[in-house]
Nanobody, 126 residues
Framework: QVQLVESGGGLVQAGGSLRLSCAAS????????LGWLRHAPGKEREFVAA????????YYADSVKGRFTISRDNAKNTVYLQMDGLKPEDTGVYYC???????????????????WGQGTQVTVSS
């Protein structure tokens, strides 16, 4: 059984930074990778970033490329999302989730992810 716990959200001014953490237990690090997705009020859930195990790389939504960085710490079973240059449109609940299978083609699809954390709120003020 996989358990994911996100933390690190908060309120920040535009241009500021936050680092989100996703602490994983169980078999999360034995799967294919982890992703971050977000859900803003009135919008559909959207892909933010993903990391695929085995050196298969990191992937980002165009809207966050160059501002966000996803990384992992194997010793701590934790995946991080460093968010710099935050914008009001980055506001939302951020979830980490486990990839259910290997598929780079579907990396940005929420259907690829089958285990989710409870989410952490990120609010960026203008």
């Amino acid at each position: 059984q996989v358990q994911l716990v996100e933390s690190g959200g908060g309120l920040v001014q535009a241009g500021g930074s936050l680092r989100l953490s996703c602490a994983a237990s169980g078999r999360a690090f034995n799967n294919y990778g982890l992703g971050w997705l977000r859900h803003a009020p009135g919008k559909e859930r959207e892909f933010v970033a993903a990391i695929v195990w085995g050196g298969a790389g990191t992937y980002y939504a165009d809207s966050v490329k160059g501002r966000f960085t996803i990384s992992r710490d194997n010793a701590k079973n934790t995946v991080y999302l460093q968010m710099d240059g935050l914008k009001p449109e980055d506001t939302g609940v951020y979830y980490c989730a486990v990839q259910s299978r290997y598929s780079i083609a579907l990396i940005a699809s929420s259907n690829l992810y089958n285990a989710w954390g409870q989410g952490t709120q990120v609010t960026v003020s203008s």
